[in-house]
């Protein structure tokens, strides 16, 4: 089960590194570049440390998933993504609207892009992580 779960949780780690790039990248790039205020220079971005809290997320999903959802199937998966991604998409998009003067848009696109970025984690762990 252990090398199941490594398995899943680089695989998510890989597609979500991947969404990040769209989402982040190519969709909301305009937006953060109307706000240079709020974020730190490209060159003083701690992108190891970005990479290494996406790579623990990623595992403790797939952990999540296979120790504690039961039974091991798609559709369980899926919701499990789709539950995981409303409740860390809230506290990120609207959790962060709350305190830092970004545009709604962007709120709600950090919000949107986590719940999809789950539930195509949870339908990879549930191709992966079986009983």
Not at 51 to 74: E, G, H, N
Not at 79 to 108: D, E, H, K, N, Q
């Amino acid at each position: 089960m252990v090398k199941k779960v490594l398995l899943a949780g680089i695989a998510v780690f890989i597609v979500w590194e991947a969404l990040d790039f769209i989402i982040h990248g190519m969709l909301l790039a305009p937006v953060y570049a109307a706000q240079p205020q709020l974020w730190r220079p490209q060159g003083e971005m701690k992108v190891g440390v970005l990479l290494v809290a996406t790579l623990i997320s990623a595992l403790a999903f797939a952990a999540m998933y296979a120790y504690f959802v039961r039974p091991k199937a798609l559709a369980a998966a899926v919701r499990f993504g789709l539950v995981w991604g409303v409740g860390v998409g809230v506290a990120m998009g609207y959790g962060t609207y709350a305190v830092l003067p970004i545009p709604y848009s962007m709120a709600l696109t950090w919000f949107l892009g986590t719940v999809v970025q789950a539930c195509v984690a949870g339908a990879l762990v549930g191709l992966i992580v079986k009983e």
